[in-house]
């Protein structure tokens, strides 16, 4: 019933940056977090940055100072601003959010499909 979309992966070189995007749609109530995710080759998936409703953020430690999590309340929408990329960001990006939909009352989780980051030397 809730579908998210990533955009915004892509190949690029060590000390550049990319942008991804995620839009939520589907039968939303409210969306009352957004956050991403990524996980590498032969890895599990960790926890990269995270963003509430009221607009407080978190971030792994990794990419701390790197990254910028922003959202967009009207157009269901959160972004992960990446900068000073390295070789060790390479990895599948999953959007993931906790939505109240029109059928079900409490948040539950979603997730989006994934997109590919990788990261050449």
């Known amino acids: 019933q809730v579908q998210l979309v990533e955009s915004g992966g892509g190949l690029v070189q060590a000390g550049g940056s990319l942008r991804l995007s995620c839009v939520a749609s589907g039968s939303i109530f409210s969306i009352e977090g957004m956050g991403w995710h990524r996980q590498a080759p032969g890895k599990q998936r960790e926890s990269i940055a995270f963003?509430?409703?009221?607009?407080?953020?978190d971030y792994a430690e990794s990419v701390k100072g790197r990254f910028a999590i922003s959202r967009d309340n009207a157009k269901n929408t959160v972004y992960l601003q990446m900068n000073n990329l390295k070789p060790e960001d390479t990895a599948v990006y999953y959007c993931n959010a906790l939505i109240v939909t029109n059928t079900r009352g409490y948040p539950s989780r979603s997730w989006g499909q994934g997109t590919q980051v990788t990261i050449s030397s």
């Open positions: 963003i509430t409703s009221a607009g407080s953020t």
